[in-house]
């Protein structure tokens, strides 16, 4: 059976595998499809696109937009996303401004609180446009202020901590129309992780193709759920592993294995280009 891995991040966000050593692991795993979706950027893909073909796997080009419902974040995927594609991005241009303006809020915050930490050895560790709170977690425990990843973000980096900024987010709406307006398809990532099933009318409303219904956070009963759910509403069924290398011990890939006639059904509802 062919099977794809439709949720991955490399080190152009907050993964650590490059490119190359994903499509690697990802021919290991014997998969024939695979989308890069880190987040806010397309930076990966070239880099990505060229060791897939040495491998021989199809690759979709994507990204992962944080998005606002009712106050929730909630994450959207984008598929076969175009870097040409001048509005996309310029949003996802503007998202990286303000994921770098977030990393120096932090850190404001935490030398505010006395505790040392430079941002170039932040932006240094992170070494991408698209920064997160992960790279505030690896310099902090770098820095002696942590004993772990997981110390970091519960002693100052999760929301209510002393280094919390909140991140922007688009509507959900916007999302998908940037995503459609691209000439791509749009996905709700991982839905049981919002712990909201009430926000997802409104995501549905806001015009997505497909609901992320395998991942590696779901559980089967959550899976099976969503995949009713899915079916119910008209949506595809997609799924993958959320890898992101070592940043949170052993790697995902691998994890999900989404039939490739998902994919198929994914790339159906794609529109006509609308941006350029
Ligand atoms: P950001 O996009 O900068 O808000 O960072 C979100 C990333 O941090 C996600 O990849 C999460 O898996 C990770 N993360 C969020 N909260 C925690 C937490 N409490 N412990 C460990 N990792 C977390
Ligand atoms: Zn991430
Ligand atoms: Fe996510
Ligand atoms: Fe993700």
């Given amino acids: 059976m ?3 891995d439709l ?17 690697a692991r990802a ?71 303000a994921r770098q303006q977030r990393i120096h809020d932090s850190v404001a915050r935490l030398n505010a609180a006395g505790i040392p930490l430079q941002v170039e050895n932040v932006l240094a560790i992170a070494n991408c446009a698209s920064p997160g ?3 505030l977690a690896r310099a902090l ?3 002696g202020h942590a004993n772990d990843y997981d110390h970091a973000f519960e002693r100052y980096l999760k929301k ?11 509507t959900a709406a916007e999302a998908v129309q940037l995503i459609h307006g691209a000439g791509g398809a749009a996905v709700l990532a991982h839905p049981a992780l919002y712990r909201n099933d009430g926000l997802i009318p409104k995501i549905v409303e806001a015009g997505i193709d497909g609901i992320e219904c395998w991942h590696t956070r779901h559980s089967e009963s959550a899976t099976n759920n969503y995949i009713r759910l899915a079916a119910e509403l008209g949506l595809v069924a997609t799924g993958g592993s959320d890898c992101h290398g070592l ?3 052993t790697p995902l890939i691998g994890s999900v294995k989404l039939p490739y006639t998902h994919v198929e059904a994914l790339a159906a509802r794609r529109p006509a280009r609308s941006d350029s």
């Fill in 2 to 4: 062919k099977t794809a």
């Fill in 7 to 23: 949720h991955l991040h490399t080190h152009f966000s907050d993964g650590t595998f490059s490119p190359e050593e994903l499509a």
């Fill in 27 to 97: 021919q290991g795993h014997g998969f024939n499809a695979l989308a890069l979706t880190d987040h806010d950027t397309l930076d990966g893909c070239e880099r990505m696109a060229f060791a897939c073909a040495t491998h021989g796997i199809e690759f979709i080009p994507g990204a992962e937009l944080t998005a606002d419902v009712d106050g929730k974040e909630v994450h959207i995927l984008g598929y076969w996303l175009d870097a040409g594609s001048t509005r996309l991005v310029s949003e996802l241009r503007r998202f990286q401004a």
């Fill in 133 to 135: 709170r992960p790279h």
């Fill in 141 to 143: 425990v770098e820095a």
């Fill in 160 to 170: 209510g901590r002393v280094a919390f900024v909140p991140k922007a987010r688009m």
């Fill in 247 to 249: 940043a949170k011990g």
